[in-house]
């Protein structure tokens, strides 16, 4: 099959990754920082490698790494752990479920205001979010990139605004980490959730919340951490604090050969994504009966649509006339379709990989011009 559906999950892998997770899972069957045994010390110490690698790739302190099963978890960490009753949030039309849900949930209790604000003909998202902050604003919670689209966001003129107004900048790197540069300190992030598993080269269940040393999270989930046994609170260090029960090994393992691989060649990487996705936008404009919803963008990320069909019947054309995998239909991200609309077809998503071949982008646009006659829905 040719896999164009990245932004669900990586349809590729480095050597390193793979032999890493078989390695550890073979050899390395023991908890890290539960005992005192050596295999049990050299797998704590492969944590904190990770941890280095990982907070060396986004500028921040090691112990500012937090390991969470996927990007999910680490945003409802991040939203519950910060949460201000009373105060007010801010994020946009453009958001995956993972942070609207916990957002809408917080609302829907009373325990916050909550704007969402999306670009006009007249007013980019930098300016409707400015206009948008009050005295009880505490936090600005957005995407780096639209898993739809993949719209990339001005990070650091938001990160730079938050700082101006001593908000708190929660940024869901799900689809933007290794395809654009985001950095803790440079663009003024507070927290950075990451999906190991996409751009980042990890296995599935690698995830992270990575965090400024000015920022205070309050554990989300309690249980054992291997240490202050008799201390009925968390511990108030980090990570241990955010960190209850036993770690994924081999997903830890795997998110280190990823940032190791994904950081000699990241700019690399990203440009020729983003040319590969303007060659596939420029080929697909000519097809009679399409709309586009996306630019070229690093994140590797297609969007359009086929006449009034619905996404997902082009998508199941497509894998099984084709044996080509995409993403049909909404992709949990409900305002994004809003805004587009798209509500009642929701898009195709092609999201590429760099390691993706020009006969397999070929093939993509030569299926797609044959589903545009019409030739597999009666017509």
Known sequence: MIYLDNAATGGFKPRAVTEVVETVTKYLCANPGRSGHSLSLTAERLVLSCREKV?????????????????????????????????????????????????????????IELDIVCPTIEKDILEVIKEKITPKTYLIACTSCSN??????????????????????????????????????????????????????????????????????????????????FNPDMPLDYPERLEAGTLSLPAIASLEEGVKFIKNNLFHFSEQIEKTTEKIIGDLYSIDNIKLYSRPNPAGIIAFNLKNLSSNKVADV???????????????????????NTLETGVVRVSLAVQNSSSEISCLTSAVKKIAKGRFFGG
């Open 55 to 111: 907070a060396d790739f986004f500028s921040c302190s090691f112990d500012r790494v937090v390991f969470t099963k996927n990007c999910t978890e680490a945003l409802n960490l991040a939203i519950f752990g910060t949460l201000k009753r009373g105060g007010h949030v801010i994020t946009t039309t453009f958001e995956h479920n993972s942070v609207l849900r916990p957002l809408f949930h917080l609302a829907k209790k009373g325990y």
């Open 148 to 229: 739809v689209t993949g719209k990339v966001l001005p990070i650091r003129k938001i990160g730079e605004l938050c700082k101006e107004n001593n908000l708190l900048f929660l940024v869901d790197g799900a689809q933007g980490a290794g395809h654009i540069p985001l950095s803790i300190k440079d663009d003024h992030i507070s927290m950075l959730a990451l999906a190991g598993h996409k751009g980042l080269y990890g296995i599935m269940g690698s995830g992270a919340l990575v965090f400024s040393d000015q920022v205070d999270i309050s554990p989300l989930i309690l249980g054992g951490t291997g240490t202050e046994t």
């Open 318 to 340: 497509l894998s099984n006339e084709f044996d080509i995998a995409v993403r049909g239909g909404f992709q949990c991200a409900p305002l994004t379709h809003k805004y587009l």
